[in-house]
């Protein structure tokens, strides 16, 4: 038996509210059990400076947790001075939404989605991928309503959930427990079709066998695909 | 008529929940109107240094906004860089907090009360102020209840609100459409047996007369003395 | 008796040196009994990035102390990274001028006034912004001599005082030993006209009453009053 | 043909050089082809703060980059300034080493292995934790030697190579010209004993399948093991 | 002719003003023509963490200029963020400082002498150097009636000038447009027994050769015995 | 006889390795015995904001040091948080290489010149200054081969050496070891024509007179000498 009482392959209560902040373009407020995130997506009219005259765009996150969405108060974070833990969250998270945006498409536009985590209970990164996403696809189908672009550039959907070794075996969706505790901690992130588009795998005591990992990956291509259903349910 | 349509002397629906922050020691959610802002307190067994050994405690406030909490996206803030709006507004709330709590009887402790704006339309301070107290109650209580401090500290309630002069009348509680237009905007933090705990009047285009402010004075005692009654319906 | 030996409204002894600072456009040295500010305005032929194009300028103020304008040796600040308190001062300074600036006539230029306090004994922020208006009346005049404005665009003159319950009892311009025992701090912007433009009053232990406010409100006009004559009086 | 020219299995020229910096209580100058990388343990009698009373040492890492190590100048990084790139590589070195580091038997002692890149073509990273365990071992052996542990607290040998799909085919150890059209870029860090240590793989394109990352793991798992035996052969 | 109209061998008018700051334990306002500055030492009963235990002193010294001591507004600085030109100026006033005081003597404490640049005309450097020892000595004086000291630690009188090559001759106590235009440009800290401390030469445009720097040194000697004797002078 | 063992008037041994960095447009490896800097110019065509359209080319530095490259691991450093000393130096050895290049031959492009430490005993700056002209002089003549500029707008060599007096003897190019124990410290940068640039001297304990100061400065020319020849050998 997992700690969660869960059964190895199974995800925690999983719910995605789309359009929770009035003033973004997209929004979701995202929970994986008791960690809650809130995705705001802001469409930006201009690149930054490296990219202008390149007829591409950009999708980019922030992340952020509030000072007590942790047990322990945590300190604000601001742009140039987050911890390294924040920075590798942020750039995993704009990098999986690229890996579903056709940039060309998006033409010289910006989209910024900010991941703001509520409340933490483990997984708040791979919480606020798939949060991330259903923020994405709403702006772009604002800005298809509003006439700005033609079509949405969004070219498939893309989800992220935890795995790790518990007490020896492997377990799908960590909570703050299981993870505090797992011999090894693996982040998937995959796209709506099953391609693999991150995979990070990390010892945290032992090293891990290919078998191990084989047995984690497994369990993530199952658990994204049941958040791909339920982002594709989403009216947006 | 106000353009929200409201009564001059009306407040915005106003609604306090509390202790929406699993992991914090008191917390409450409060919105006025749409300006939503989750307080959360945290108790903390030491004071700052330049408060060791004084026999004295401390309350303190910091205040953030959700990036996408506005119109326009704006930037993190970090301790140490905040804006001088930021830092005006954390100080606002930390004195007022102060001022309904025995520090000698809290002892050297600090309690430490993070207020972030959700979602904002106007009056985010003062919606602020009256929730951190909630939260600031609720986190005394619960350490009573641990036997960590015999009493409550606490020695009144607080709550505040804004007025301002619209289209040349006093009106209460202004929304962020009636205060971008107001020509004085003012703030008052008022007690639960109705002393003034401050008072801030500042004039946006013409100066206002003496009795322009005594009016919008008597609109907020009456809607601190609403506030207040609210906060004191709440078991915590 | 106030511990000063002075009347209850009685300002302490006040001067206002014009043109002290050979290289500035306008300056004043301004003393409020052991009080001194060395006041400077720059005339700047560019607006702030977010004013350009809009046709009007800007007045505004940064506010410092020399490290040992006080009892206990303090910290040099530099823009960006100053303390809570001296972005509220610097702030109030700057909307206090702009009361009286007629921002459209100023054109695209802005005007930033140092208020730099060579000591200190209680007061700073309101003598700086009396001070702070001769330099800037000083640096209009100066331009209009020079043919670059035809009009000087300051519409009346503005002081401040501080006011505060000394041992119960209403006093005027507080100095720092009767300040750090007062039980209400208050800072009153006034113009020439008698117009309030800031209003600001904190309780340092038990709130005060209306009553008393109004006691500290009449003191503070009659010695603005006071103050904006000394002001008429500098040729410039 | 990859554009190197070499096998699809092949590594560039390697070589260890032990000792290189007459300071440091271990050092390797590590080469990967034209990457080079400078590595330095410096032992430290004491741990960071939170780790102090708990019995255990501390094993970190510093990544830097000279300006001109690239075809484009860089900015030079300090601690708390780091880029995310930076921040992520040197967190990634960090746990490699702790990995292979019995931090009981190292006892409230921090070794910090710094590692700057002299020059720069591809897999900086990798190079680097490969050189980094040589100056590490180096550093254990020293103060075994020195009397001030009795043994080694290091339990295995620690190497790692990145891996890519160039041209559609798995390559092993990319240069800089592969390494920026490759489809996907992985590393892996390895043991001498074959343990998986961290995994770490992301499409630059299009995502990849099952298949091409098994096919990446097993050309690493032949790297890493030519590279453990160059680094067992090192006398130090 | 100087531009300026004074002999080359001519310093300007100098005056040195003591005790200016009342706040401060020693303090000189000095002037060297239309160059003000404002010297005052604080006395502080610790050292800095790399001089606790070891029974030795420190003097100190920090320098600012107020943002419109020059033609052209100046930023503020703040400690950490000071100008490479800042930091060698007050580096270089600390050095001259400590050359004549017995560090031993002092015992664990440490004087700090901020130099703030009032009005600026060239020779800042000079006149804070040869001010600060002003305020240096008062504040060991006034120690000494204090009886935290017994006797004064400093050993000698410092003092500092510059001088520069101007259209090819060599001249005393250059002033901002004399600077402006100076071939060589050197300072020198000489003490009051005639030994130097500091000696600082920069060729601004094309080298300068050991006859003409011995020319400079030669002027300089006799400027610093002519303000070693006023220092001399002064009652404190 | 000095703690080196080497005559008062011996360099240590001296190599200038030219073009040691592949991506850089000029470099050099400079030793000064156990000191070792490696020195990379970059071409840039643009200039700093600030000179834009004034005809003028800029040369400028920057200097680092490796973290273990000193006896204590230092910290990294990153522009516009560097200590005093480094900006000192770093601004020396701009100067220093500014005295030798015509900036209007250069025209509206800056060269950059990086020197960092790679191992440090003594004499940094010198030896940086050294092997500064090398990669200077390197790129420059890179630029005439590219046709970017007709001719080099190098117009002499410079280098520079420290002395001091040890055990009160004047002696030439101080290692770390005597440099520590040295009662005065002096850095002398000269053109290959014998004309002084730049005359730096310290006292670290007494002052010290004209005739020991005078017997440095000898010293300095005939070491200087012996470099500029190094630099003329060297073929780029």
């Not at 709403?138 to 298809?144: E, F, G, I, L, P």
């Not at 935890?162 to 982040?187: F, H, K, M, R, W």
């Not at 992130?189 to 010892?203: C, N, R, S």
Request: hydrophobic share 40%; with cysteine.
């Amino acid at each position: 038996m997992r700690p969660s009482g869960r059964a190895f392959n199974e995800l925690r209560s999983v719910t995605l509210e789309p359009g929770p902040a009035k003033h973004a373009e997209g929004s979701c407020l995202v929970k994986f059990g008791e960690t809650h995130v809130l995705c705001a997506a802001s469409w930006d009219e201009t690149v930054p400076p490296w990219l202008r005259g390149g007829g591409k765009g950009w999708v980019t996150a922030e992340y952020g947790m509030l000072p007590r969405s942790t047990g322990q108060r945590m300190k604000r974070e601001a742009k140039g001075g987050q911890s390294g833990r924040t920075q590798e969250i942020q750039r995993l998270i704009g990098r999986s939404l690229r890996a579903v945006v056709d940039l060309k498409a998006l033409g010289e536009r910006q989209i910024v989605v900010d991941c703001d985590v509520i409340q933490a209970d483990g997984g708040t990164r791979t919480a606020a991928i798939t949060g991330a996403w259903v923020a994405l696809n709403q702006a772009c189908n604002w800005a298809v309503r509003q006439g700005i672009i033609k079509a949405s550039p969004i070219t498939d959907r893309v989800a992220a959930i935890s795995c790790g070794l518990v007490a020896g075996a492997p377990a799908l969706d960590l909570d703050y427990d299981e993870d505090s505790t797992a011999q090894a901690d693996a982040n998937f992130v995959i796209t709506g079709k099953g391609g693999l588009v991150e995979v990070q795998a990390t010892a945290e005591g032992d090293p891990f066998s290919d078998e191990q990992f084989a047995a984690l990956l497994s369990l993530a291509k199952s658990g994204c695909e049941t958040l791909s259903k339920m982002q594709d349910e989403i009216q947006s």
